[in-house]
């Protein structure tokens, strides 16, 4: 909607600055963008199988050799099967999200794209550095846990090369890591190869995993099946940390299933978006969860929960029955894994670099696409360089819990778009069919157009001003008394409509904002934390209500693109 004063513009004076200012952060773009067409397209050669390799590569990293152990002998017990169901189910809503803005807005940038389309050009910028910062700590952080696993294949981190092994840097006391440096720079180089490449290579270390992941499902079952299942019969039954422990395990582990957005972030580089990219993230997220699984209620059954090593679970659960050798076949898995995740977390990073740059929030450096490779791969080599040297200087363990926030920042504005593109959808104002033919040579005439199914695109507010007599021609077109009719018919209760979900919308969020913070704030006094839970809780509840019967806006299935990236 474009507001005019006298004088055709938006405001003058500071009022007017504050006023183009504040826009600026809640500008949106359309989802037929024009960037694809000016700065050329990525290759589309990504398949479903494809799109299943990345996202199951991206998913499955060493967490499930480490983590279950933690989960099941602090929090969950033998319950950790049903916590990673149900942090599983929780993904897989999350994931649904993604599905449905990927298919509709299928272009690179992933959740950064989808919140410019559908909230809004200053959210959208803190969502794309938040995903920048989760990928580069990403990265780092997994390229330097492969060091000490690849390390157990010299027989230790003192017998790897000098080349390869930390070092201290005397008078600065900085442990240096050339060896998670050097597998970035290699990942990189892959990357740089092109997509397919990169998606073949990702499949074939992920397969790798796979297999040691079935090799400890099957030897564990057989050796469960041997010995009875020692550790389900305990006197504390399934669940010796009571439910909430249960729920407790389960929002520890749903990091686990971070990953699958990578997947979107390839949307411009599929073949068939529409029907791919919703295969290939369901089946990826669908393999991860059973997975997961099944290789937890091995575990969990071989020893006792209690006796889990928290640091090697797996390997120690192996080593009690007597199988010290299969502890090389789970670092592998273990290796691989980190490789595959390495690559799935510096693989988004270019594109939504590329995406930024496209909108013109970044140097339009970053937004080259190689002719020969097309891809970005100025961006790819500027973020693996970046990543490398970060991974070389500093242990950004400390800095792991940013990737969480990030995470749970791009989650929740994904799934608010959702919502805004069932009750608000916002790319473009639909026209009654009787109009079009008397609008059409208006909107020719000063700039704007009307697309194949009915939509009018952004007008220029100034021809409005510099043709008057535009103006009169517009005003003797309102002035007809059917189109009076059907104009405050039609729109009357539809703005009324809009105007309501969009406000329960924001009391949505802000609902939700005033309970996470409220919970998590160990500093307030008891008291306070459970007023503002309670209030927080109402207002999210009477919010979620008010939007089941709120009906959605008719123009939700017309969204976005039916077809790819072409234009409408």
Known sequence: ??????????????????????????????????????????????????????????????????????????????????????????????????AELACRCPSAGSAYHYTYICIGEGVAWLVGWSLILEYTIGASAVARGITPN??????????????????????????????????????????????????????????????????????????????????????????????????????????????????????????????????????????????????????????????????TPISSAFSSYGMQWAVYIITTGAVTALFASLLGSILPQPRVFMAMARDGLLPHFFSDIHKGTQIPLKSTIVTGVFAATLAFFMDVSQLAGMVSVGTLLAFTTVAVSVLIIRYVPPDEVPVLSSL??????????????????????????????????????????????????????????EKARRKLASWTIALLCIGILIVTSAASADWCPRILRLTLCGMGGILLLCSIIVLACIKQDDNRHSFGHSGGICSR
């Open 150 to 311: 690849l390390a157990l294949f010299f027989g230790g981190e003192d017998n790897l090369p000098s080349f390869l092994a930390r070092h201290t840097l005397p008078g600065l006391e900085i442990v240096v890591d050339p060896c998670a440096a050097a597998l970035i720079l290699l990942v990189t180089l892959l990357l740089c190869l092109g997509i397919k490449e990169s998606s073949t290579a990702q499949s074939i270390v992920t397969t790798v995993n796979v297999c040691v992941m079935l090799f400890i499902i099957l030897g564990g079952g057989y050796l469960g099946f041997k010995s009875g299942w020692v550790g389900y019969e305990l006197s504390t039954r399934y669940f010796p940390y009571g439910v909430n422990g249960m729920f407790t395990g389960s929002a520890i582990v749903f990091f686990s299933y971070i990953g699958f957005d990578s997947v979107t972030s390839t949307a411009e580089e599929v073949k068939n978006p529409q029907r791919d990219l919703p295969i290939g993230i369901s089946i990826a997220l669908t393999i991860c969860c059973i997975l997961y699984m099944l290789v937890a209620a091995v575990i969990v059954g071989l020893v006792p929960y209690y006796e889990l090593n928290s640091d």
């Open 1 to 98: 909607m474009i507001v005019e004063d006298e004088n055709c513009g938006v405001g003058s004076g500071e009022g007017g600055r504050w006023l183009r200012g504040f826009g600026s952060l809640i500008r949106r773009k359309q989802v037929d963008s024009v960037h694809v067409r000016r700065h050329g397209q990525l290759a589309r050669k990504l398949s479903a199988v494809d799109l299943v390799g990345i996202g199951v590569g991206a998913t499955i990293g060493a967490g499930v050799y480490i983590l279950i152990g933690t989960v099941a002998r602090e929090q969950a017990g033998p319950a950790l099967v049903i916590s990673l169901l149900i942090a599983g189910i929780a993904a897989g809503l999350s994931a649904f999200c993604y």
């Open 436 to 493: 079009l033919t008397s609008v059409d040579p208006l909107l020719r005439h000063s700039g704007g157009d009307i697309g194949e199914d009915g939509a009018i695109s952004h007008v220029d507010p100034s021809s409005y001003c510099e043709n008057s007599h535009l103006h009169d021609k517009s005003e003797a077109l309102i002035g007809h008394p059917l189109i009076i009719k059907e104009v405050t018919k039609d729109e009357e209760n």
